[in-house]
């Protein structure tokens, strides 16, 4: 962060500005904040304005600049400054989040990611602190789903892996039907993939004319703290133990 002294001097760009060159340059940060409100005496513009102009012409990208020119004391520059790092990692996540769900697939599951499949899940029920066990249904998926007038998803990152699963059954002669297996890999969850893995299940349910889906969700809720959060987000609600529907 570079910030110059009550608007009275501009050696932040002679004393400062090298440094953050420098480093810049050798990649040890992708980004510099020049800080400053104060008028700068003869240049006719506010310190942040001054030190970018000089940024920039010391070989910084102008989108590598970040500014904040509101600050008048230096503590308002350190709090300024850091209200918009915060605003700027939030924005770049959410970048990222978008690119990432672009790269991403949801596929009809076929029998070649199967392994792939399942240890995603057992991978997923241990960084929740669960014994993994294995689902028998997952053994043959065709069987226990498409065979039955079900269907069951995967998602897939770029490198053809698979991230994420879920399911729907129907229910004999019902208009609601079940939604199983919502998983997503234990390293990319908060990426927005659970949720389209479960939009992709309802729609499915409301092409099949069903009303409603259900969800069994396990037991004890400190195990599985994340769908208990997740589905009344999503519109679920707990309609007797341990069961939640939504009507669609």
Known sequence: MLHMRNGRSSKAHIYRLPYAVE????GLVSKIIVSGGRNIGNANMVEADYLKEKAIESGIKKEDILVENKAMTTWENMKLSRELMIKKERQMKQLRKCRFLDNMKI???????????????????????????LNEDLLDIQKNYMYKGGMFWIAVDENDRVIGSVGVSMIDNSKECYIHRLFVKYNQKYNGIGTKLLT???????????TATLVHLGKPKE??????????????????????????
């Open 107 to 133: 596929i009809t599951f076929e029998e070649k990611y199967r392994d792939d499949l399942i240890f995603m899940i057992l991978e997923a029920k241990d960084a929740l602190g669960r014994v993994p066990g």
């Open 200 to 210: 992709t299940a309802e729609e499915y349910a409301k092409k099949n004319r069903k």
């Open 23 to 26: 480093v810049y340059k050798n």
């Open 223 to 248: 195990q599985w703290f994340e769908s208990w959060k997740f589905y009344p987000k999503n519109g679920y609600v707990e309609i007797e133990d341990s069961i939640m529907r939504k009507e669609l």
